[in-house]
């Protein structure tokens, strides 16, 4: 039996070979320069972490693969916060 990220989902039809997650390391940083920040920010941004679009351009992909994946299901999402013990 293949793994998820093998093509198959547990429980579930074949589905399309899933892509390798992207990552970045934690010490990555953007240089601001390269952004169009306001001036009145820029004494206060040492560096960008992931820029706006890339987070953007993730999320939306996460979206189309989870539409492709569960299509004609409902799936149950459970999304752990850091911090949410205290809740």
Do not use: W
Request: aromatic share 10%; hydrophobic share 35%.
């Amino acid at each position: 039996s293949k793994s998820a990220s093998e093509g198959v989902l547990e429980g579930s039809t074949t589905v399309a070979e899933r892509r390798a997650p992207l990552f970045i390391p934690n010490d990555f940083e953007y240089d601001p320069t390269f952004f169009s920040i306001p001036p009145h920010y820029m004494d206060s941004i040492s560096c960008v972490l992931a820029p706006h679009g890339l987070v953007l351009d993730r999320v939306s992909r996460m979206a189309q693969d989870l539409r492709r994946d569960y299509a004609g299901r409902t799936p149950h999402l459970l999304c752990v916060l850091k911090g949410g013990h205290e809740f």
